[in-house]
């Protein structure tokens, strides 16, 4: 099953706009995590956020963290061509072993055109 | 490069085969886990270890698929008489719980198997 669903399915923005990425998400969480992947590459961890958090930085990177609407959002600033790839969110579902698994969105998959 | 690695990078074979792909993870990770993905959808858990342990397995999961993780190292995900829906990209992911930083996974380049 998918907890988290990300919005817009699909972005398409000039080099140098911000880009905006939307996961909403089901059951209470500890963290959320945005990971990226590009064409033909494995993912990358960019940034977690805790649930007591409500904001997080990492260099253009900026996320926000609504526990009471259960949505997230990823901002890029001053996009580049090189952030051209798919984005998902993930958060953590607890499971029967008292452990949590990570469960993935559907994606955002952003185009930067030069 | 991560510093997780997966073998093989690529699998074809024919339906009713066995297949076995193996996954070996950030040496000091203790948790260690496999996804699967297909186009357009994002990564699909497994199954995860912690050490040796193995702690979930998805709902998803049939009984034609295992796997293991001995001594809490390496880990291999078998699929016996493989499926043509068994076709998709497998995906290792290892961390270190607590650790600092939290609960990062890194994950390897992922094996693509397709079922002919």
């Known amino acids: 099953s998918q907890q988290g669903e990300e919005d817009p399915q699909a972005l398409s923005i000039q080099e140098g706009e911000n880009a905006t990425m939307n996961c909403s998400y089901k059951?209470?969480?500890?963290?959320l995590q945005w990971y990226r992947q590009n064409s033909g590459r494995g993912l990358v961890h960019l940034i977690l956020?805790?649930?007591?958090?409500r904001e997080k930085h990492s260099g253009r990177l900026r996320v926000t963290l609504d526990t009471s609407k259960k949505s997230s959002s990823l901002l890029i600033t001053a996009s580049r061509a090189a952030d051209t790839a798919s984005y998902f969110c993930?958060?953590?579902?607890?499971?029967?072993?008292?452990?949590?698994?990570?469960?993935f969105g559907t994606g955002t998959r952003l185009k930067v055109l030069a | 490069d991560t510093g997780v690695s997966q073998n093989p990078r690529h699998k074809i074979t024919k339906r009713g085969q066995n297949v076995t792909f193996r996954c070996d993870p950030i040496?000091?990770?203790?948790?260690l886990y496999w996804y699967r993905q297909t186009l357009g959808q994002g990564p699909e858990f497994l199954t995860y270890?912690?050490?040796?342990?193995?702690?979930?397995k998805s709902r998803l999961l049939s009984d034609r698929f295992s796997a293991e993780r001995p001594k809490g190292s390496f880990s291999t995900l078998e699929i016996q008489r493989t499926e043509q829906g068994d076709s998709a990209m497998y995906l290792c992911?290892?961390?270190?719980?607590?650790?600092?930083?939290?609960?990062?996974?890194?994950f390897g380049p992922g094996t693509r198997l397709t079922v002919t």
């Open positions: 993930a958060t953590d579902e607890k499971v029967a072993s008292g452990t949590y698994k990570y469960i």
């Open positions: 956020i805790r649930s007591n958090e």
């Open positions: 270890f912690q050490n040796e342990a193995q702690l979930e």
């Open positions: 992911a290892s961390s270190y719980i607590p650790g600092t930083g939290g609960y990062e996974q890194y």
């Open positions: 059951t209470s969480i500890n963290n």
């Open positions: 040496s000091e990770h203790n948790r």
